[in-house]
């Protein structure tokens, strides 16, 4: 039982462009939303999240969107550069619990061309 | 160097074998965690633990054990490996007061083969 199902699993976007990753959650308790980012051969790392209180957070090139009404949440990665090539993984918890139980999307694998 | 560490990197087990993966922080997180990785699957939670001598199930914690005796450290125990344990394996923690702003720190992973 997938609670957060995330999309696309691949994408290949040009340098410059705009990557867009999209999750979609099931639990309406959940109130903490994070994204990862993860390089081969190392652990994730903590890229950006967001609150439900909020419909949108920007830091740098990292945007996250958020529609509690469709439950759905996303990841836009404004002008795109080689070095954003990585595994992305949406998640989403339970502040009640301390954040302890994270629930992460399947992950989308982003080359970004020269 | 603070951080997440994780031994072995690499392993390869026979069926029936068991094996400890360590995991240790020096960060004084309370909270631990154990996470699987497979392809198209993302990440699975195996176990927690919210402070020493407190752990609990997570999603798919079918032959796997832990215990937590000391801040510090989370082992992660397999009994008798089977092939669908084949996985890379990530230990995670956070310090739960400040999960929104620091959110989880992950070790590198520990990739396992059972053969």
């Known amino acids: 039982q997938q609670q957060v199902k995330q999309s696309p699993q691949s994408l290949i976007v040009q340098k410059g462009g705009i990557s867009i990753i999209n999750c979609a959650y099931e639990?309406?308790?959940?109130?903490?939303f994070p994204w990862y980012q993860q390089f081969p051969g190392k652990g994730p790392a903590l890229l950006i999240a967001i609150r439900p209180d909020v419909s949108e957070k920007k830091e740098g090139r990292f945007t996250i969107s958020f529609n509690k009404s469709a439950k759905q949440f996303s990841l836009h990665i404004m002008d795109s550069q080689p070095g954003d090539s990585a595994t992305y993984f949406c998640a989403a918890s339970l502040q009640e619990t301390s954040g302890s139980r994270l629930t992460f999307g399947e992950g989308t694998q982003l080359t970004v061309n020269p | 160097n603070a951080g997440v560490t994780q031994t072995p990197k690499f392993q390869v087990l026979k069926t029936g074998q068991s094996m400890t993966l360590q995991c240790a922080q020096d960060?004084?997180?309370?909270?631990m965690s154990w996470y699987r990785q497979d392809p198209g699957m993302g990440l699975r939670l195996i176990h927690y633990s919210v402070g020493a001598g407190i752990t609990d199930q997570g999603e798919v914690p079918n032959g796997y054990n832990v215990s937590r005796s000391t801040t510090e450290d989370f082992p992660l125990r397999l009994l008798s490996a089977a092939p669908s344990q084949t996985s890379v394996y990530f230990c995670a923690s956070s310090y739960s007061r400040e999960v929104l702003r620091d959110g989880y720190t992950f070790g590198s992973g520990t990739r396992l083969t059972v053969v």
């Open positions: 639990n309406t308790a959940f109130d903490y």
């Open positions: 960060m004084n997180h309370e909270y």
